[in-house]
Every structure is written in C-alpha cells, then in structure tokens.
C-alpha cells in the first residue's frame, strides 16, 4: 500500500509517499481501506516533534479517517467485511498510522459511519468531534440555555462545537476572522459571530450577554486569549484550554471575582470508557443529521506536505482530508 512516511521530526517537506507492505490484522484487529484520511493541528505538532507525545522514527502520521473493512482478526464479532466505518486512533499509536491507503485498528478503535455521512465527513468526525463534545459535557458541563463563546469557531473543533451546542439547545456564539468563516459559522447554527481581530469584539460579546458574559468558553489559543476570557467570563463560569500555543500572564483575582473555573484537556489523558460515551454520542448525532462535518478541501495523499502547510494558515474554514 501507500503511506506517508516521516524519518526525522522537522517542517512539512519530512513527509514522504512510499510503498510499504500492506498490515495484516491479528486477533482483536480490523483492517479497514480508506477512502479518506483527516488531518488536525496536532499532527503538524506530532510531525514536527514538539508535541508531548513523540512516535517512533520512522512513522506514519494521522488518527483519523473512513473507509470499509476490508478484514477481521479472529475474535472481532461486532464487525463484517464491507462495513462503512470511520476511525479515531489506530494499533500503531494515538497519532500514528492514519495517512494510507490502509489502517490497522483495534475493534474498538472504528465506529460506525451512517449512510448519510460521505467518507471526508467521516474522516473530519474523530480529533475534531471528540475534542468538543469533550469540552462542552465532560470538562465544562454545558447545559441547555446557556451561553458558549467559541473562539476560532470555523475551524475543525470549533464547527464542532457549534453544531454539538447548537443540537443541545446552548445559545452560541462565534468568531471567525474573515467573512467566509463568519458566514459559515452562522450556518451553523450560531446566533452570533464576531471578528475576533476587531478591537471592540469582547465588548460586542458583553453587550449580546446583556452584561453578563458567557457561561462557557472554549478557547482555541490560551497563550493569545485566556486572560481576555476571564475579564469577560459570567459569574460561575467555566473557561476549556483546548489549544494553546505558548505562555501567557494572567492576573488570577479576574478568576476569583467570577469564582470562575479554568479547565484544560488532551485526548490522549481520556479512558476507554470515556471516548466510547463521547463516539456513542457522534454516531448518533451523525445518523440523525444533527453533526455534518464540513469539508474545504480534498488534497490526494501525495499532497500531505500541502495539507500541513493550509492547516496552519490563518482564516480557518472547515476541514481539509487527503484522498488515499
């Protein structure tokens, strides 16, 4: 098969199409072709080696993904050959083994993928999804009727989290850099999108609060934003570190005035229980319509190199995947 391989840690241009031999599934293992790959911020960090979780070199970089099982190991039961299914984390590793034609999965590692979600929605589910259903209900606890501030809401993780809050009855609201990305939040479901390059948008997201500010926050880059969302924060109010790209000072009596709650997650630190309730939840909001991944781009595997360097680009809108 065709994979991308990575031999040492460094920019995009480490990323190399070869052939390798195709993997075989052992007992407990499914073996499922891809039709198309996912790519999230994470696997430029884990490309680059400076994310806390460092893979073995050589290796082939990606979680994500959907296809059909093309074979079963022995003892896997709740899987048949031609099943449409998408992925989140392979047998190689957690953000290992997904950019190929081929992925090795646990049989708990692939969940079911409905008819009416295409391949590159499927592939755009896992990082994205589980990230913000994690954020939303099992760090902040979002209950209906409240107000969620997502900051970078038109990319991956924060499409998620507009249509998970949207679906679960929060009030939303947004920010995108660029009008694309406005419009398409709001597509979404969000009753308000604001520019978060503009000087007065935190004062725009306390006026459309009625004063109050927001009872959840969902920050996407804490070293920039994390001490503006505690100035802005309802009494109460819980902030969720998703992404973070350095350090940052913050002045802690804006927290103690709110009692508010700076929470913080990884994927990787989640149990097996706790991702199996987070993919039960997404297979069903993808089956009833509720969660529709949206995809920018499609780029053919080749491009992986290409892919990494859009990823990283200002104005994000929706989600690129590779092509296998």
Known sequence: MKAIRVYEFGGPDVMKLENVPDPKPVAGQVL????????????????????TIKPTLPFTPGSDGAGVIEAIGD????????????????????????????????ASQVHSLADNATFPQGAAIGVPYSTAYRALFQKAQAVHGETVFIHGASGGVGIAAVQLAVAHGLRVIGTASTERGQELVK????????????PDYLEKLTTLTDGRGPEVILEMLANVNLG??????????????????????????????????????????????????????????????????VISQELPLKDAPRAHELLMQPGAYGKIVLIP
């Open 187 to 198: 597509q979404q479901g969000a009753q308000h999108v604001l520019d978060h390059h503009a």
């Open 228 to 293: 503006k969302d505690l100035a802005v924060l309802a009494p109460h109010g819980r902030v969720v570190i998703i992404g973070n790209r350095g350090t940052i000072e913050i002045n802690p009596r804006a927290a103690m005035q709110r009692d508010a709650t700076i929470l913080s997650m990884m994927l990787p630190n989640a149990s097996d229980t706790v991702l199996a309730s987070i993919h039960a939840a997404l297979v069903a909001g993808l089956a009833t319509g509720s969660l529709k991944p």
């Open 75 to 106: 003892g896997v039961k709740q899987w048949k050959r031609g099943d449409r299914v998408y992925i989140f984390t392979t047998a190689s590793g957690i953000r290992e083994g997904a950019y190929a034609q081929f992925a090795l999965c646990t």
């Open 32 to 51: 499922v072709r891809l039709h198309a790959v996912g790519i999230n911020p994470v696997d430029t960090y884990v490309r680059a080696g400076t994310y």
